[in-house]
């Protein structure tokens, strides 16, 4: 007897945790009906055994009176009946113990007018028509699609949901944040020593860090912890660097996700991980949110709806703005955030209450590109001559990323050239390589292509160097590099402002290497792509966005938040003004070019031979020819204060170690 379920007994109570979604289950049910299936197919000839007879044979047990249940199976061209029991011995040579009660005899039959006809006339029972005896085919044939649609369907939210925590379609709602807890388990090992220069970002992110570690320290003079940082900078400059020694140094749990993390292509499934990231960090909280590239999701809403917009981001982003900065109070949360492309976010995200503070990441100057380089040459075997400022200096506009990249490339050139030590020349090679890309020396040229490159880059060398404001030259190569016939490389003055002055001298020494070959060969060639295109740019923006042209001044028609879309914020009658300024200060600066070159024409030629001579030159060579140049640049002015502060300092120390010294003597007689 089945037992009764006992009133009495207390129920089992539930653990808490959901019996948890196993796909095996799916496939092992699935299996099991094909199988039941397979068996039903087959269940028609259960009862006995079969045997297979020609169509004669057949006709005489039917004639004979042996058959019952005959079946006709269309599909198969075959007939067949079940034999009498008192018969079963004459066909089977056996008894139903060996062949079973209802052992069948089938035929294939040759057409199906021919075996109606004959059991018309020889079978009194009634006779049964079948297209397919084969159920389990049938069955099969129209399960199949569904079959594979669900297969197909569970595949799909086993796949999407397999990156969530515990995989699955149920966690694909979950954030994806890596948690890095204060006792170090899936820690990083970067503290605020790897992350050289940048100390004033570093000293606001160690603030960060304070907050969270003593919030009385802030809180007793009233004053709130702030809720959000944002660095902001280009590309590689070491915000994600600088975001991971937080989460070396900070003594609390860090989560960190990247913005493009919330993006699914389920619509809801952003906002429902904002949710849930919030609602881990609240549980862990005092904790660091850090979500890298933010701009995948804080990009501001309401711009795209023209193209169809994309409500789901705009959800995320909601969900965000609220998490932040809504009803809900996130005590002890602070959330840090990267991205290089601040002006495309969205203004609540960036409203104090959120954002309250953003942290400029620039590139780094010439004494942070020496510690930059400092940190990045540590694990080299480095020549001992190898002077770190005279890298720094050679590498101005690199990013941290970009200087750990010379150091790497640099050990790999000495390598590859067999050497022992990573010396100058690999740096040189490394940071050429790097700005020009790889030297094709296989390029196969002509003496006459070469002549004219030469006559275009000694164009460039010498007006660069009879200008005031353009940037000195370092190097001019006529080896093919990357994408280029010849390159030059400049070193380009570290200026927070550009004056107009500088902006034209640069133009000018850009263009003077078409206006070279113009005056020297008379013809101008495609060579110069690169430099037009860099020219139009850089007036097209002086023109147009920095107000500096003199029938258009004073008016910027930049936009930083880029909502006009397509339309342009000028007339037509502008925009016709525009080009034409563009093109008078073009033609102005080309003259101007074409003027120096014909003023200098000796020099210049001397310089284009000796670059076709010897294919590389440097700025000695250019200094030979041309004289020193009479202004200094701002880096020498800028090096030249540093040593007299340094000089100064020195002076001070071994004044006041004199002193020292004398006052000790004096005590001594006393
Ligand atoms: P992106 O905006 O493209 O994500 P990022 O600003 O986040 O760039 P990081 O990923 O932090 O750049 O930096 C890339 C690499 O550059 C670092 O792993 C590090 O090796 C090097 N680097 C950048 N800045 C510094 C620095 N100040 N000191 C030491 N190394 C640095």
């Not at 379609?169 to 944040?177: E, L, M, T, V, Y």
């Not at 902006?503 to 070959?517: H, N, P, Q």
């Not at 070159?597 to 670059?611: F, G, I, S, V």
């Not at 701002?634 to 004199?658: F, G, N, Q």
Request: aromatic share 8%; with cysteine; hydrophobic share 40%.
């Amino acid at each position: 007897m089945p037992q009764q379920p006992n009133p009495q007994q207390p129920r089992k109570q539930p653990t808490g945790k959901k019996p948890g979604f196993n796909l095996t289950w799916v496939y092992f049910a699935v299996i099991a009906g094909l199988a039941i299936m397979l068996y039903q197919g087959n269940s028609g000839s259960a009862g006995g055994q079969k045997q297979e007879v020609d169509y004669s044979a057949f006709r005489a047990y039917v004639q004979k009176g042996y058959a019952r249940e005959v079946v006709v199976d269309k599909s198969e061209s075959e007939v067949r009946f079940v034999v009498q029991p008192q018969h079963i011995r004459e066909v089977f040579k056996a008894g139903s113990d060996k062949v079973g009660t209802r052992p069948t005899v089938a035929a294939k039959y040759p057409t199906i007018d021919k075996v109606t006809d004959f059991l018309d006339k020889n079978y009194k029972g009634v006779v049964r028509y079948e297209e397919s005896s084969n159920y389990f085919l049938q069955l099969l044939g129209s399960l199949l699609p569904i079959l594979l649609l669900v297969f197909l369907w569970f595949y799909m939210f086993r796949r999407m949901g397999a990156g969530g925590p515990s995989g699955g379609i149920f966690s694909i709602g979950k954030s994806k944040a890596r948690i890095i807890e204060k006792d170090g388990k899936n820690g990083t090992n970067v503290t605020f020593k790897d992350v050289a220069g940048l100390e004033g970002a570093k000293q606001e992110v160690q603030e960060i860090v304070e907050f969270l570690k003593c919030p009385q320290k802030f809180t007793k003079l009233g004053g709130k912890i702030p809720k959000g940082a944002l660095l902001v900078g280009p590309p590689g400059t070491g915000k994600t660097l600088l975001a991971k020694a937080v989460a070396g140094e900070a003594e609390v749990p860090f989560f960190s996700m990247a913005g493009s993390d919330f993006v699914e292509m389920f619509v809801g499934v952003g906002a429902s991980r904002v949710r849930d990231l919030f609602q881990q960090a609240k549980e862990k909280s005092p904790c660091i949110v850090f979500i890298d590239e933010i701009d995948a999701i804080g990009r501001a809403r309401g711009k795209s709806s023209a193209m169809g917009g994309n409500d789901e981001r705009e959800n995320t982003l909601n969900q965000l703005l609220t998490e932040m900065d809504g009803f809900g109070t996130n005590s002890g949360v602070i959330v840090l955030a990267a991205t290089n492309r601040v002006e495309i976010l969205d203004h609540a995200l960036l409203r104090a209450g959120r954002f309250d503070r953003q942290i400029y990441v620039d590139l780094p100057e010439l004494s942070e590109r020496v510690a930059i380089f400092k940190v990045h040459l540590a694990p080299l075997k480095l020549d001992p001559d190898l002077d770190v400022e005279l890298l720094a200096r050679q590498t101005p506009g690199f990013s941290g990323a970009d200087i750990a990249n010379v150091c790497n490339e640099a050990a790999l050139i000495a390598a590859r050239h067999g050497s022992e030590k990573v010396g100058k020349q690999d740096f040189i090679d490394a940071v050429d390589r790097i700005v020009g890309g790889l030297e094709k020396t296989s390029k196969v040229m002509t003496e006459e292509e070469k002549r004219s490159i030469a006559i275009h880059e000694a164009g460039h060398a010498s007006v660069s160097w009879l200008l005031e404001h353009a940037n000195p030259l370092i190097k001019v190569t006529i080896v093919p590099r990357g994408q280029a016939l010849g390159a030059a490389w400049y070193l380009p003055e570290e200026r927070t402002i550009t004056t107009k002055e500088q902006m034209l001298d640069e133009i000018c020494s850009i263009l003077a290497g078409r206006a070279a070959e113009e005056l020297c060969l008379g013809r101008v060639s495609s060579g110069a792509l690169n430099d037009l295109e860099r020219v139009t740019k850089r007036v097209y923006a002086m023109v147009a966005y920095y107000g500096m042209s003199e029938n258009l001044s004073n008016i910027c028609y930049y936009n930083s938040q880029g909502d006009y879309g397509f339309s342009k914020p000028y007339s037509e009658k502008t925009a016709e003004l525009i080009d034409a300024e563009v093109k008078r200060m073009v033609a102005e600066q080309y003259d101007r070019a074409k003027r120096l070159l014909t003023e200098n024409a000796e020099k210049h030629k001397a310089l284009a031979d000796l670059l076709c001579e010897r294919e590389v030159i440097f700025t000695e060579d250019v200094k030979n020819i041309f004289g020193p140049r009479p202004w200094k640049s701002r880096t020498d002015v800028l090096m030249e204060e540093e040593a007299v502060k340094l000089a100064e300092a020195r002076t001070r120390k071994l004044e006041a170690e004199e002193a020292k010294g004398e006052a000790e003597g004096a005590k001594g007689e006393s």
